[in-house]
């Protein structure tokens, strides 16, 4: 999700592997209708690249509030004013994948990827995009080769996203070096740490897995039902119900018909 080689707005474009795969932990990808226009400065210019750039970056700032419609359209206006702007395929690669058109998505990232084989960002998204639609085992080569260029700016991402993906693979162990090493690059990165917390929990180690998921409390405004159910189970295991009682009722007052709810009350 992050553009290197190009002036394109870095932040929005890179949100959307961490946004598809942390939904339950650390909040998706806005999807409310947002009205606010974002200023069209692209006419202003009569350099092509130039004005591909600013509908990139457009594009991505309304992928971020939820309007596809509008993303897709100025994205198309990007391709149209430069047809060989790698960000833009990224992109359209990125709002396809949203769409669900796993056709497009696909030949999208391919195309950025020709043109800027190296990107890591496009690597990134290209591996995940492998992950969900495809086969998380054919994944792994697309973060290797994000991460191989030293001056990724964001590598805790690939780790993290590659992690998911060896997870959903059955490989726990390197799914937990993965994750490691995303806490490593990022300590603050709060959807690693419920991955080793859960992870923790699953080998019955519940002391490595509570100090995972208070550094991961620490760090979210509202812990999700998923993290709320976690802590429970954590507080069954130790014998602790004060701490189940809390996540019970946090549990009940915030996602009330949720099955993590019920699966908590049936822990008391």
């Known amino acids: 999700m992050l553009l290197k080689e190009h002036p394109v707005n870095k932040s929005l474009v ?3 592997a961490t946004a598809f795969c942390v939904g339950l932990v650390s909040g998706c990808v806005s999807t409310t209708a947002v009205e606010t226009k974002v200023p069209d400065q692209a006419s202003k210019s009569s350099d092509p ?3 591909a750039q600013i509908h990139t970056e457009r594009a991505a700032e309304y992928f971020r509030m939820g309007n596809m419609a509008v993303a897709l359209e100025a994205t198309k206006q990007a391709l149209a004013a430069s ?20 056709a497009q998505a696909a030949q999208a990232f391919e ?25 998380p085992v054919n994944a792994a080569q697309y973060f290797q080769a994000a991460l191989k260029n030293p001056l990724y700016g964001t590598p805790e991402r690939a780790n993290y996203n590659s992690g998911i993906c060896l997870k959903k693979a059955g490989d726990i162990k390197g799914a937990e070096a993965q994750f490691r090493e995303a806490i490593r690059r990022q300590p603050l990165m709060s959807a ?9 929990f699953a080998r019955g180690r519940s002391r490595e897995a509570e100090g995972f998921l208070a550094r991961h409390n620490q760090l979210v405004q ?28 946090q549990l009940r007052r915030r996602f009330p018909d949720a099955t993590q709810t019920r699966a908590a009350i049936e822990l008391r």
Not at 223 to 248: C, E, F
């Open 14 to 16: 890179a949100i959307v």
């Open 49 to 51: 690249l130039t004005r």
């Open 83 to 102: 047809p060989n702007h790698a960000p833009a395929h990224n992109m359209l690669g990125i709002i396809y994948m949203q769409l669900q058109d796993d």
């Open 111 to 135: 195309q950025a990827l020709r043109l800027m084989p190296n990107d890591s960002e496009t690597l990134n998204n290209y591996g995940w995009f492998v992950c969900q639609r495809q086969n």
């Open 192 to 200: 690693a740490l419920y991955e080793l917390a859960e992870i923790e």
């Open 222 to 249: 509202m812990p999700s039902a998923d993290v709320l159910l976690l802590g429970a189970r954590i507080a069954y295991m130790q014998g602790d119900k004060s701490a189940l009682s809390s996540y019970v009722q």
